[in-house]
């Protein structure tokens, strides 16, 4: 799976949008973009994923450039349970295979 | 809406004695199930996959085993623990596919975790 760069820390004022980049730059055409976060001691929730297009849905919007080098989480209305470490990691159409999690951005919500 | 538990969420438990981590899936029926563990609030390594009832596939060599006795449990066990079984234990799930297979982009869902420490 390709190797992803994400900056370590952000601040976010609550209500604001919260908007997480993150650089892919050697991903293949068949793998895609996936975002999950983890709250200290609980397991990785999933939060969007996506191949090329823009996709949004409840919890948040994946925005991905076309070149597909790059791509943005956004949250559009940031709250304290938001507070997480996110992390942005491709993966591709193949099976059983590990979650290579980078260290990911430390989100904080301030309220 | 689907829900997946652990428990118990944390252990201590001393080397060389055995192991038994539960995990249930609801609301779903047919579910892949897998076991991952997770050093360092970093990567998840995967452990064991299941994509029906009896069926799993194991991906790293260790003396842990793991059984799916039902279609949505799924259980981690070991018969003697060892110091380097120390860990952040979870168990997921993804929805079946039609071909019967597993796929690195099915989108999984994990549970709260089991945090097992062996003395």
């Known amino acids: 799976d390709a190797k992803t760069t994400q900056p370590p820390s952000m601040d976010c004022a609550e209500g604001r949008a919260a908007n997480l980049p993150c650089n892919h730059s050697t991903i293949s055409g068949n793998e895609y973009v996936y975002w999950y976060r983890q709250i200290h001691s609980q397991g990785p929730q999933y939060i969007i994923h996506g191949l090329k297009n823009n996709e949004t849905n409840e919890m948040a919007s994946l925005i991905i450039t076309e070149d597909r080098k790059s791509s943005t989480l956004i949250l559009p209305h940031a709250t304290l349970r938001d507070t997480a470490v996110y992390y942005c990691i491709v993966r591709v159409d193949n099976y059983g295979q590990n979650f290579v999690f980078g260290p990911g951005t430390r989100l904080s919500v301030l309220p | 809406s689907q829900t997946i538990h652990q428990w118990p969420a944390t252990l201590v438990q001393p080397v060389g004695s055995p192991l038994s981590l539960e995990c249930t899936v609801e609301?779903?029926?047919?579910?892949?199930l897998y076991w991952y563990r997770q050093a360092a609030g970093r990567g998840l390594q995967l452990l064991f996959y299941?994509?029906?009832?009896?069926?799993i596939s194991s991906e790293v060599p260790q003396n842990l085993s793991a059984s799916r006795p039902q279609d949505r449990q799924f259980i981690l066990s070991s018969k003697k623990l060892l110091l380097s079984d120390s860990g952040f234990y979870l168990c997921?799930?993804?929805?079946?596919?039609?071909?019967?297979?597993?796929?690195?982009?099915?989108?999984?869902?994990f549970g709260p975790g089991t945090r097992l420490t062996v003395l």
């Open positions: 997921a799930w993804s929805r079946a596919r039609g071909t019967g297979g597993i796929s690195n982009t099915d989108t999984q869902y």
């Open positions: 299941s994509v029906g009832i009896g069926q």
């Open positions: 609301g779903t029926s047919n579910p892949n």
